[in-house]
């Protein structure tokens, strides 16, 4: 069984030294680099976009983990997949269409993602599962980094592990994670990690162990470790 995926968000890195943090905490172990792109009216907070993620691009070959808070999307995939990015995903509440979505991702030979919030229903997602390779179940309202985790997005993850049935498809929980945290999404059933603030706190030096704890504590629970 493979071990838990922990994906840093730059979100929480020193964003002066944006591509020094990527090599950072690609060096430490993380394994994806989440980039949270926000664009003000989706979600309530405005970062980077695909510019920013090429420039960074040339600094390590981790897998480039995009999250899309951004309504719409569609006219910008293009840009994000030129970028650099290997994983692009969108919230299946950011626009009306969701399956053309995910289809232009795939069309653009990227993988796609789809994104819930925590009060967005598994079932938004219930037709379009034959189109997508991740899905991220948030645990905090999308925004900010730093928040607390939802508790009660421990039993959508469950029943989303359960509507994936056999087909090949990651689930990745973004929000709150934390070594306390991590154990419950890994037990029911999350295969990606997204941490901000519990990566990034304590500075460079700290971004090693801050990961291994992380893993540590997933990979317990879902026992793939002793
Ligand atoms: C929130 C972002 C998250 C955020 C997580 O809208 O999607 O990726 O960076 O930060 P933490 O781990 O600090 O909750
Ligand atoms: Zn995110």
Avoid at 48 to 61: D, Q, S
Avoid at 82 to 111: C, F, M, N, Y
Wanted: glycine share 12%; with cysteine.
């Amino acid at each position: 069984m493979s071990r838990t995926i922990i994906a840093p968000s730059v979100l929480s890195s020193d964003f002066s030294r944006l591509g020094d943090e990527v090599e950072a905490v690609a060096d430490a172990g993380g394994d994806w680099i989440h980039l949270d792109v926000m664009d003000g009216h989706f979600v309530p907070n405005i970062t980077f976009g695909a510019p920013v993620i090429k420039a960074i691009r040339g600094r390590t070959k981790k897998i480039f983990d995009c999250h899309l808070m951004i309504a719409p999307a569609d006219p910008y995939l293009g840009a994000f997949a030129e970028a650099g990015a290997d994983v692009i995903t969108v919230h299946a509440e950011a626009g009306p269409h969701l399956d053309r979505s995910l289809q232009a991702i795939r069309g653009l030979g990227r993988k796609a993602g789809v994104a819930l919030n925590p009060g967005t229903p598994e079932s938004a997602i219930e037709y379009v599962l034959d189109r997508v390779d991740l899905i991220l179940l948030m645990t905090v309202n999308p925004g900010f980094g730093g928040q607390a985790f939802i508790p009660a997005v421990v039993e959508k993850v469950r029943r989303v592990k359960a509507m994936i049935g056999g087909r090949d498809i990651l689930i990745e929980i973004d929000g709150g994670v934390t070594a306390e945290t991590a154990p419950q999404v890994v037990a029911a059933g999350a295969d990606v990690l997204v941490a901000g603030n519990a990566v990034f706190k304590g500075g460079a030096g700290a971004y090693r162990a801050n990961i291994d704890a992380i893993r540590l504590a997933a990979d317990r629970a879902a026992g793939r470790v002793a």
